[in-house]
T-cell receptor
Framework: GQNIDQPTEMTATEGAIVQINCTYQ??????LFWYQQHAGEAPTFLSY????GLEEKGRFSSFLSRSKGYSYLLLKELQMKDSASYLC???????????FGRGTSLIVHP | EAQVTQNPRYLITVTGKKLTVTCSQN?????MSWYRQDPGLGLRQIYY???????DKGDVPEGYKVSRKEKRNFPLILESPSPNQTSLYFC??????????????FGSGTRLTVV
């Protein structure tokens, strides 16, 4: 099955920029997803990348390199409310059903 | 409002007492799935359903059952719950398993404690 790797925890300062990395197995790639999950709440969809390059959505951007099996989520102008877990998810082996990574807990401090 | 409704939100039960967690979506989604989330382990898929009467095992199906008799409902059944099934459970749905363009819609979660 798929093996998603992302850092366990990151900290950043309000107003700064942070990049959360994710690596995955490239075999049978069918797109990569990012979700945001606040403590005790349901995950919410942030982005989907299937082609190489950067996709921008307001303060959040997501990048994909298919040849390297690498993605990152870029958060700009950090706000306290961005403190959450960020989940990377991707299918493998030609499946469309994604495997979720363990999530990166982002702590934003003043 | 488009949503996935899970019930109950919180449940404390005893070992061996059968329980059902309900999940209903109002978006006419074909794909539905159940996940459990444990600290340090992330979201792990229990079962999924591609359409009515079509279900399949995910990564951690042992001790669980599901059914999909109607498109909108996908209940999760624990026939004989054990303490290792204490977890946070999420139901999710989407138009297709591939998720785009809006990804999965998740229910609010069910926090289950088995004592």
């Amino acid at each position: 099955g798929q093996n998603i790797d992302q850092p366990t925890e990151m900290t950043a300062t309000e107003g700064a920029i942070v990049q959360i990395n994710c690596t995955y197995q490239t075999s049978g790639f069918n797109g990569l997803f990012w979700y945001q999950q606040h403590a005790g709440e349901a995950p919410t969809f942030l982005s989907y990348n299937v082609l190489d390059g950067l996709e921008e959505k307001g303060r959040f951007s997501s990048f994909l390199s298919r040849s390297k099996g690498y993605s990152y989520l870029l958060l700009k102008e950090l706000q306290m409310k961005d403190s959450a877990s960020y989940l990377c998810a991707a299918p493998s082996g030609g499946s469309y059903i994604p495997t979720f990574g363990r999530g990166t807990s982002l702590i934003v401090h003043p | 409002e488009a949503q996935v409704t899970q019930n109950p939100r919180y449940l404390i039960t005893v070992t061996g007492k059968k329980l059902t967690v309900t999940c209903s979506q109002n978006m006419n989604h074909e794909y539905m799935s159940w996940y459990r989330q444990d600290p340090g382990l992330g979201l792990r898929q229990i079962y999924y359903s591609m359409n009515v009467e079509v279900t399949d095992k995910g990564d951690v199906p042992e001790g669980y059952k599901v059914s999909r008799k109607e498109k909108r409902n996908f209940p999760l059944i624990l026939e004989s719950p054990s303490p290792n099934q204490t977890s946070l459970y999420f139901c999710a749905s989407s138009l297709s398993p591939g998720q785009p363009p809006d990804g999965y819609t998740f229910g609010s979660g069910t926090r289950l404690t088995v004592v």
